[in-house]
């Protein structure tokens, strides 16, 4: 035992005394895996992000219809009118910004089919290059480049703020995407907002005409009351689901979030350093075994 561990020292060390009397290898191995990054680096399409920064907006007039629902909903629910409480305004709202549907009503907006996929986009045409529509891209594909590549939106749970991020090669574009996505989610909330609460105004009219009891017909006037209001906040502000706290705007043309020089060079390093390590201990077992 004391001899296979001798042994077995013995040879680690000669192993580690051959790769430290190759270090111009490994040293040209290292220069050569740093050159290789940074031409990698150099080829590479940089990707600029733009963010923008949102504070939730919806927060009175949800809390305003939250107030009247607990004071007068249930005496209506009682008298038999079907009032819903109203939903959580601000992770409604969260989830638009996050949603599918809105994602793809804004690539057809923007018109970004033949942005996303420029290369088989015929710009003299006007027409996709390959003949068989089959092979054109689709609205999936182009959802699912915008969804796991372009957007991304994150909540500061401790402060309530809302980042949302373009990433895209063009810093210009990013900065116009972020800013117009978060116009198209504040008004398609903004109408829906106002379609529901006038649907439920015409419904509460109707059930007020037929109710002869007081305190029912002033639950009634009450809710009522409170979806007016929301209407009218809805018509005038603009920013009506999301308030922009800091717009986005273009990143410098020499500050990509990727490719990162730093970083590729160093991978570069470490693989040109690994790979002639592992090189060099080959070279050696089979120095090793020439020899037995």
Do not use: C
Not at 18 to 27: P, S
Request: net charge negative; aromatic share 6%.
């Amino acid at each position: 035992m004391t001899l296979l561990v001798d042994s077995d020292g013995h040879r680690n060390e000669e192993l580690l005394e051959f790769i430290v009397g190759r270090w111009k290898m490994l040293l040209a191995g290292a220069l050569t895996g740093t050159i290789l990054g940074l031409a990698v680096w150099a080829l590479s399409t940089p990707i600029y992000r733009a963010e923008i920064i949102l504070a939730p907006a919806m927060d009175d007039t949800g809390g305003m219809l939250g107030s009247l629902m607990a004071d007068y909903g249930a005496l209506a629910n009682l008298a038999g009118i079907n009032v819903s409480a109203p939903q959580d305004g601000r992770q409604e709202s969260l989830a638009v910004l996050r949603s599918r549907a809105l994602a793809e009503a804004f690539i057809k907006e923007q018109e970004l089919m033949k942005v996303f996929f420029a290369e088989d986009w015929d710009k003299s045409s006007g027409r996709w290059m390959d003949p068989d529509p089959d092979e054109h891209p689709s609205m999936w594909d182009a959802f699912e480049l915008f969804d796991e590549d372009i957007r991304s939106v994150s909540e500061d749970r401790r402060t309530g703020m809302i980042t949302l991020s373009m990433e895209w090669s063009d810093p210009e574009l990013a900065a116009g995407w972020a800013n117009s996505f978060v116009a198209r989610a504040n008004e398609q909330i903004r109408q829906r907002t106002i379609q529901e609460a006038s649907r439920t105004i015409d419904y509460l009219r109707k059930e007020l005409a037929k109710s002869d009891l007081v305190e029912v017909r002033q639950a009634i006037s009450k809710i009522i009351e409170g979806q007016v209001k929301t209407v009218a906040i809805a018509r005038v502000r603009e920013q009506y689901a999301f308030r922009v706290v800091d717009q986005a705007v273009p990143a410098d043309r020499d500050r990509p979030v990727r490719p990162s020089l730093v970083l590729t060079a160093a991978v570069g390093l470490l693989v040109g350093l690994a790979v002639t390590a592992i090189a060099v201990m080959l070279r050696h077992r089979a120095g090793v075994r020439r020899a037995v």
